[in-house]
């Protein structure tokens, strides 16, 4: 099985105990088989792209599951900014106002002194940009709670500190 839009019973109970659902992806297996360590598929995609798209589906899916204990996620959103387009769309795209260097993550709530937490998801081993890191001061420097992370669990806790208001 592989990360996408639909989890198991067994990742959806994992999420919601805030466990990680990676400790419970496995092939389709019968409710209640013993399993052994064959039977468990990588958690990891190979394309840094596709690292980071799974990531962040796992932190929006995450974060869909806890709309009722934590209210304002239902203002976290995605930024539309990076991924590879057709060159008409990213020109329309650009013609808009999508910029680089944005946080992929925003939550416009504002909590600690902070006016908004953003968010960037980054493949294991992978640097932010200059760009990046350009926006990255500006946020920092103009209120804003910014963390970048190489783990959509990491920076769920981030979410959830954020929210209530337990950063360090």
Known sequence: ??????????????????????????????????????DVTPAVPKKRKEIEHKMQ??????????????????????VPNGGFRHKATAGRMKAEGVKNGIPDVFLPVPRGGYHGLYIELKAPDQLTRPDQNRCIRYLRGNGYYVQVFDDWYKAWQCVIDYLEEKLT
């Not at 929006?60 to 806890?66: K, M, P, Q």
Request: hydrophobic share 40%; aromatic share 8%; no cysteine.
């Open 1 to 38: 099985m592989s990360w996408g839009n639909r989890w198991t019973e067994e990742q959806l109970e994992a999420l919601v105990n805030r466990r990680r659902p990676e400790e419970v992806l496995v092939d389709h297996v019968p409710r209640g088989t013993k399993l052994n360590t064959e």
């Open 57 to 78: 589906v796992a932190l929006f899916e995450h974060a869909a599951l806890h709309l009722l204990p934590y209210p304002d996620l239902e203002w976290l959103h995605a």
